[in-house]
T-cell receptor, first 115, second 118 residues
Framework: GAVVSQHPSWVICKSGTSVKIECRSL??????MFWYRQFPKQSLMLMATSNEGSKATYEQGVEKDKFLINHASLTLSTLTVTSAHPEDSSFYIC???????????FGEGSWLTVV | AQTVTQSQPEMSVQEAETVTLSCTYD???????LFWYKQPPSRQMILVIR??????QNATENRFSVNFQKAAKSFSLKISDSQLGDAAMYFC???????????????FGSGTRLLVRP
């Protein structure tokens, strides 16, 4: 089956620093990737849609300058949380859609803790 | 905008019994997809079952089946012969069927925590 990998699985960073989370499709090319955020005991909230070679489309209320998304290749999208603050601590999940495919595959998620 | 509502924050079922999780949604689109995802403590999202809106027949996957009522915009999940491994968060999700990349984004409900009593 198709595999989507996120790295790192866990990251702790200091307040004010930036942290990057990678989302890779390991055995397929992904034309579109999605980034979600999940607070404890809450649902997944879509942050942005990322298309290879173009700018990401952010959902309303998501700060594009704070959550930088880059989709430089058909197998890699990155989410960079800039100037992180404790309120950015959350579980971040990516998903990917195969080129010409109709199925979405989820990564295993990344825990971010800002101290 | 589309919305997905799960009115049961938590449900409990005895092992080997049957449980039904509720989901309603709101959309003005006529063609779309509905999903049930399972999220165990590992947090990995696992697709349980999928329903195409244009299909009248309810989807079934082994012990999992849905009751899709398009007019009522209802999409419930029935789990038969519940097992301890079924304990998890269950999310109902909606996806548009429009042919554009952004349509592949999923809109999730708030989730239902399923507890399975041994």
């Amino acid at each position: 089956g198709a595999v989507v990998s996120q790295h790192p699985s866990w990251v702790i960073c200091k307040s004010g620093t930036s942290v990057k989370i990678e989302c890779r499709s390991l055995d397929f090319q992904a034309t579109t990737m999605f980034w979600y955020r999940q607070f404890p005991k809450q649902s997944l909230m879509l942050m942005a849609t990322s298309n290879e070679g173009s700018k990401a489309t952010y959902e309303q209320g998501v700060e594009k300058d704070k959550f930088l998304i880059n989709h430089a290749s058909l197998t890699l999208s990155t989410l960079t949380v800039t100037s992180a603050h404790p309120e950015d601590s959350s579980f971040y999940i990516c998903s990917a859609r195969k080129v010409l495919g109709n199925t979405i595959y989820f990564g295993e998620g990344s825990w971010l803790t800002v101290v | 905008a589309q919305t997905v509502t799960q009115s049961q924050p938590e449900m409990s079922v005895q092992e080997a019994e049957t449980v039904t999780l509720s989901c309603t949604y709101d959309t003005s689109e006529s063609d779309y997809y509905l999903f049930w995802y399972k999220q165990p403590p590992s947090r990995q999202m696992i697709l349980v079952i999928r329903q195409e809106a244009y299909k009248q027949q309810n989807a079934t996957e082994n012990r999992f089946s849905v009751n899709f009522q398009k007019a009522a915009k209802s999409f419930s999940l029935k789990i038969s012969d519940s097992q301890l491994g079924d304990a998890a968060m269950y999310f109902c999700a909606y996806r548009s069927a429009l042919l554009m990349d952004s349509s592949y984004k999923l809109i999730f409900g708030s989730g239902t925590r399923l507890l399975v009593r041994p």
